[in-house]
């Protein structure tokens, strides 16, 4: 972690990410029965509903209490904000002190040697810089 955090943000960011290993896959009621509903998260709202009404044996239910703690939410693990990058110019207006760079998916590999280049010159961190 090369930012500098204080004290609590380093404990919640601790917090977080233990949570986010242990957070389990949150499905959509009887995903395994029916394929073409795949597994994507959706909210129970049948009246009868067992997975609603959080019955013992069944899977778990999205919840607040999931989230992760508000001062870091959003943060990467290392302790940044993520800013997405899809060109040189915009590495202007990033901040070294929060903030570290991604490289878009749709960037080139002759770009993204530019964005690399140009982000050592700022001093930026770039998190998939490959």
């Known amino acids: 972690m090369n930012r500098l955090l204080d004290e609590n943000q380093r404990r919640l960011l601790k917090i ?4 986010a290993r242990k957070r389990v896959e949150f499905h959509r009621q ?7 509903l795949g597994d994507a998260w959706r909210k129970p ?3 009868h509903s067992k997975l609603r009404e ?3 044996r069944r899977p778990p239910v999205v919840d607040a209490g999931f989230r992760s703690p508000s001062a870091v939410r959003g943060m990467h693990p290392s302790g940044y904000y993520e800013v997405l990058i899809h060109n040189v110019n915009e590495l202007e207006s990033v901040d070294p002190r929060f903030q570290a760079v991604r490289i878009a998916s749709s960037v080139g590999s002759r770009k993204r040697q530019e964005i ?6 700022l001093n930026l961190k770039v998190l998939n810089g490959r």
Do not use: P, Q, T
């Not at 009887?30 to 073409?36: D, G, I, S």
């Not at 690399?116 to 010159?121: C, G, H, P, V």
């Open 116 to 121: 690399i280049k140009r982000s050592e010159e």
């Open 45 to 47: 709202r049948g009246k």
């Open 30 to 36: 009887e995903w395994f029965r029916y394929k073409k």
């Open 54 to 56: 959080h019955l013992a």
């Open 16 to 19: 977080k990410n233990v949570m």
